[in-house]
């Protein structure tokens, strides 16, 4: 008798106060037996609710839940157009669901279903910021103190933000994020030189350019940066802008990470089939969850590229046991985002947050995912509504520039 899908149900709840969260909830026939799934796109939460709700759900109730593949490829085709963000995370949430149930039902944490650990624990990348040298230099040494060996170095976040502009505005410009890429781009060569005064070439240094500069300025960070040795230099370009790789490749053996922003596999293929980069980062809700994040690391193995899979506050907890179950289960894993210990209101929410000891992230060995939503410490924290501010980002002129 076929194990049936009794329910599909999107979640959404911020119990940090800060990040939007969706969760969807699958429950079938069989009395207790349900999955959780990711389904993050923190900045248009709502609408994904929508698409889970008002057409995952009709088109599911009923089906074979133990059909991953078949669900996942008919809930892709379903709605004709396809490879977007809001659609890519509602088939996520569904298909990191099943795959939780399918391991309650094998009674086995999720990374033997995938082929067992290739490693004990999946090394993290913590992020240190600060509004100048010495604030940044701080962070790093207290990360080292506190045993991570790879470390992501900002200068202001993303694109100096905190360095304010150095040039005058326009009369009346428009109301934004302002920051200003020349500062920027100057400032970066200066502050790893600085870093690596410090703290030497032990630790393993990252930046997040985050799409903030034109190409050309980009490439001639990622040169300037050569000396450096950073681990990788991420997102050096926006997506619309993925021809300029070649460009780079050629002129800089800095290590490229990209991915976060990607939806369609027409993004990643060229990158990856033309070692091109690195390191994939996609945000695993985004491309649809593990069945093609599982594929995506196979097809990177084969190239030569390792993953690094998105993971800052605004991935669900959820999300980030999809993430370690991949990471133990992927010769070819590099390196996995963590924002670090999550909040006391965010455990209580999610009992079974994977553990993190000295660097490394460990599973549970909970079968599935090992992750539970308590959904009524949930319904307390209500998620905010409308867009965000911090992605209205402007030159000093005023022009629009990608987040
Ligand atoms: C990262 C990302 C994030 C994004 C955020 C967008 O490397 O972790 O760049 O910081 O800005 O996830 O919502
Ligand atoms: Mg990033």
Not at 12 to 38: F, H, Q, W
Not at 171 to 199: C, H, N, Q
Not at 272 to 288: A, E, K, P, Y
Not at 344 to 368: M, S, W
Request: aromatic residues 10%; hydrophobic residues 35%; charged residues 20%.
């Amino acid at each position: 008798m076929a194990i049936t899908i009794r329910d599909v149900r999107a979640i959404l709840t911020m119990p940090d106060g800060a990040n939007r969260l969706v969760i969807v909830k699958v429950e079938t026939s069989e009395p207790n037996l349900y999955g959780l799934g990711c389904a993050t796109f923190t900045q248009r939460h709502t609408v994904v609710r929508t698409a889970v709700d008002e057409y995952l759900k009709p088109f599911l109730i009923g089906k074979d839940a133990e059909r991953i593949e078949d669900l996942w490829q008919t809930m892709y085709q379903n709605s004709y157009w396809r490879n977007g963000p809001v659609l890519n995370n509602a088939i996520s949430g569904v298909d990191q669901a099943l795959w939780d149930i399918k391991g309650k039902l094998a009674r086995m944490p999720l990374y033997q279903l995938l082929g067992g650990k290739c490693r004990e624990g999946a090394a993290v990348y913590r992020h240190a910021n600060g509004r100048d040298h010495a604030e940044v230099l701080e962070r790093v040494q207290q990360f080292v103190e506190q045993g991570y060996h790879y470390i992501r170095v900002q200068l202001g976040g993303y694109g100096g933000d905190s360095q304010g502009v150095s040039r005058p505005s326009p009369d009346s410009a428009l109301p934004g994020v302002y920051f200003d890429p020349d500062t920027y781009a100057r400032s970066i060569p200066v502050l790893f030189e600085y870093m690596r005064s410090k703290v030497g070439y032990d630790v393993e240094l990252l930046h997040d350019v985050h799409e903030r500069l034109v190409p050309i300025e980009a490439i001639r960070l990622a040169k300037q940066l050569e000396p450096y040795r950073l681990f990788f230099l991420e997102d050096p370009l926006p997506p619309e802008q993925n021809e300029w790789f070649t460009m780079l490749r050629q002129q800089c053996a800095t290590p490229i990470a990209m991915g976060e922003l990607f939806n369609n596999p027409h993004e990643w293929i060229p990158l990856i089939t033309r070692r091109l980069i690195d390191f994939i980062r996609v945000h695993v809700s985004q491309i649809g969850g593990i069945t093609p994040a599982k594929k995506l690391a196979a097809l990177a193995e084969a190239f030569g590229v390792r993953t690094a899979w998105h993971g800052p506050w605004d991935t669900s907890p959820v999300g980030h046991a999809a993430n370690l179950h991949l990471d133990l289960s992927s010769p070819n894993f590099g390196v996995q985002e963590w924002g670090g210990r999550f909040p006391e209101a965010v455990q209580e929410v999610f009992p079974g947050i994977p553990e993190e000891r000295n660097g490394y992230l460990y599973p549970n060995d909970k079968p599935g995912l090992g992750i539970d939503l308590n959904e009524k410490a949930a319904a307390r924290y209500p998620c905010s509504d409308g867009p965000p501010g911090w992605t209205l980002t402007r030159a000093p002129d005023g022009t629009a520039v990608r987040p």
